[in-house]
C-alpha cells in the first residue's frame, strides 16, 4: 500500500499547539502551522505526519504505557540515523530531537518523510500480481541488508553505536528476561527456546551496524520502480553486533508458500516470485561473502524475539495501556511462533 496517513487514533493524541510552540522555540523555520495524521500500519512506536504548507516531517515515538528497557529508544535512533546518513541512503535523515518529555508525553524526534509502497500483511493491489516484481523487491530487500552489513563500523559516529562483544550473550539473555516481564501466561516452549540458545551461540563472523528488526514491512519501495528500495525504518534498537543477528531476524519473519505466517499478519513473502528462505541466505552470503552455516540459530533466536515482541504488545492490551483493537488477538500468536522456532532449531540438533 502507498503510505499514507490518516485519522489519529482517540488514545494516541498529543497537544499539537505546545508541540508547535516547542518547535518554534528551537527552529523557527518549523513553528508555523502544522497538520496532523497518524500513520497506522505498526505495532508498536507511534508514528505520525507533520504537514506544513511547504514540507513534510514524521514526529516518531515510543508507544503508550511501560515500555521494556532499552526499547523503544527514540533518542537512540535519532543518532542511529544521523550517523548513518552519510553512508547508508536507505536511512532516512533525522531533523531534531527532543529528550523533554513533557512536550508530548514522551522523548520524541522528527525525521524526513520519503514516500513510496509498503508492503504489509497483504500484497498492494496497486502493484499487480507481478512474480517477476516480488522477486526484484525481495533481492532488493536482501540486497540492502548486506549493503547496511558492509558500512564501515571504524567510523567514530557508528563506532559509539554498540558494544559488539559477547553482544549474542547479552541478547538471548536479555530477550528472555523481557519474556519473563511481559508473559500472561506460562508457556514452557519459551522457556526451552531461551536454554537451547544460550548453550548453542555461535562464534561471529565479524562486527556490523545491525538494524535489529530487518523485514519487509520496515522497508520502502520505489511507487514508480517497485523493485528500487528506497527506505528502511524503525532503528531505535540499532547497535554493533554479528551481522547474522539481522540475516537470522530477516528469516525467522519470511514465511514461505504452504506456510502460515510468521508474525500478526498474512504470508505475503510466500507468494509467487518471492525469495525463498534459503535463496534469501544464499544471495546474502554472496553479496557479504560471509558465512551463513549458522542461519538456523540466527533465524531460532529471531523468532524467539518476535514472540517475545507479541508478547510486549498483547500485555498492554490486556493492562489496558491500549485501546487498539488489532492486539487483541495477537495472545495465540506467540506459542504458535515457539512452537515454529522449535521446529527450526531441531536443525541444529
Not at 3 to 13: N, Y
Not at 158 to 179: C, H, I, K, N, T
Not at 297 to 313: D, S
Amino acid at each position: 500500500m502507498i503510505d499514507a496517513a490518516g485519522e489519529i487514533r482517540p488514545d494516541e493524541q498529543f497537544d499539537a499547539d505546545k508541540l508547535r510552540v516547542w518547535l518554534g522555540a528551537q527552529r523557527p523555520e518549523l513553528g508555523g502551522p502544522f497538520e496532523v495524521q497518524q500513520f497506522r500500519g505498526g505495532h508498536a512506536n507511534l508514528t505520525y505526519l507533520l504537514r506544513y504548507a511547504d514540507r513534510e516531517l514524521v514526529l516518531r515515538r515510543p508507544p503508550l504505557g511501560p515500555v521494556a528497557p532499552k526499547a523503544h529508544d527514540m533518542a537512540r535512533e535519532y543518532r542511529a540515523l544521523a550517523a548513518l546518513a552519510p553512508v547508508y541512503e536507505p536511512s532516512p535523515r533525522p531533523v531534531l530531537l527532543c529528550e523533554d518529555e513533557s512536550v508530548i508525553g514522551a522523548v520524541f524526534f522528527l525525521m524526513e518523510r520519503r514516500h513510496g509502497v509498503v508492503v504489509r500483511s497483504s500484497w498492494p493491489e496497486e502493484l499487480g500480481d507481478d512474480a517477476a516484481l516480488r522477486r526484484r523487491m525481495s533481492e532488493s530487500l536482501v540486497d540492502a541488508l548486506a549493503d547496511l552489513h558492509l558500512v564501515d563500523v571504524k567510523r567514530p559516529d557508528l563506532a559509539r553505536l554498540g558494544r559488539p562483544e559477547g553482544f549474542v550473550q547479552r541478547q538471548v539473555s536479555g530477550w528472555y528476561d523481557r519474556w519473563l516481564r511481559a508473559k500472561t501466561r506460562e508457556i514452557p516452549a519459551m522457556d526451552d527456546l531461551c536454554s537451547f540458545l544460550a548453550d548453542r551461540i555461535p562464534e561471529p563472523v565479524g562486527v556490523s551496524v545491525l538494524h535489529n528488526d530487518w523485514k519487509l514491512d520496515n522497508a520502502m519501495f520505489d511507487a514508480g520502480d517497485p523493485g528500487k528500495l528506497v527506505a528502511v525504518f524503525d532503528w531505535d534498537m540499532t547497535t554493533l553486533g554479528d551481522p547474522q543477528v539481522d540475516l537470522g531476524t530477516l528469516l525467522s519473519y519470511w514465511g514461505e508458500a504452504g506456510e502460515g505466517p510468521r508474525g500478526t499478519g498474512g504470508n505475503v513473502t510466500g507468494l509467487p516470485g518471492m525469495l525463498t528462505r534459503d535463496e534469501i541466505a544464499g544471495r546474502y552470503a554472496k553479496r557479504t561473502g560471509f558465512d551463513v552455516s549458522a542461519a538456523p540459530f540466527y533465524e531460532t533466536f529471531g523468532l524467539f524475539k518476535t514472540a517475545v515482541v507479541i508478547e510486549q504488545i498483547y500485555v498492554r492490551y490486556v493492562r489496558g495501556q491500549t485501546k487498539d483493537e488489532r492486539f487483541a488477538a495477537m495472545g495465540p500468536t506467540v506459542p504458535m511462533l515457539a512452537e515454529v522456532a522449535q521446529q527450526v532449531a531441531a536443525k541444529l540438533g
